[in-house]
């Protein structure tokens, strides 16, 4: 895509640009009831103090920042809108997990912890 020659030199309108590019996503239609919950101040703050917690993403060996707040386990599967069930997650293994293909670590279970009982991290 080109961009015109206006457009480069106006530095803050094409990083505003690029700023609602990168954020779009398709869980953004207006029409959608689950848009209306991201909105709501209680689901702002549960974000940030899930972020404020898992500061890099939860998945093992990643050490990316952490951006999304991910439910373990979704809402539409009776998912709870609580501390406890949400993750931070870096944007790639965000959307990963959304298309189905959460990445696992050999010799851990879906949660990242150790299968055999003698490791450290189980003691």
Not at 3 to 16: E, G, S
Not at 18 to 33: F, M
Not at 63 to 70: E, F, S, T
Request: aromatic content about 8%; glycine content about 6%.
């Amino acid at each position: 895509m080109r961009v015109r020659a206006h457009l480069r030199t106006d530095i803050p309108f094409y990083r505003k640009m690029r700023h609602r590019c990168v954020t779009a996503s398709p869980h953004d239609a207006e029409s959608s009831p689950m848009t209306s919950f991201y909105k709501t101040t209680f689901w702002k703050r549960l974000r940030a103090a899930c972020l404020k917690r898992d500061r890099i993403c939860t998945t093992p060996g990643c050490n990316a920042r952490a951006v999304v707040a991910d439910h373990i386990i979704p809402r539409s599967k009776g998912g709870a809108d609580a501390l406890e069930n949400l993750r931070g997650l870096c944007i790639r293994h965000h959307n990963m997990r959304r298309h189905g293909n959460e990445p696992y670590l050999k010799g851990c279970n879906t949660n990242g912890q150790p299968v055999d009982p003698n490791h450290w991290w189980n003691s």
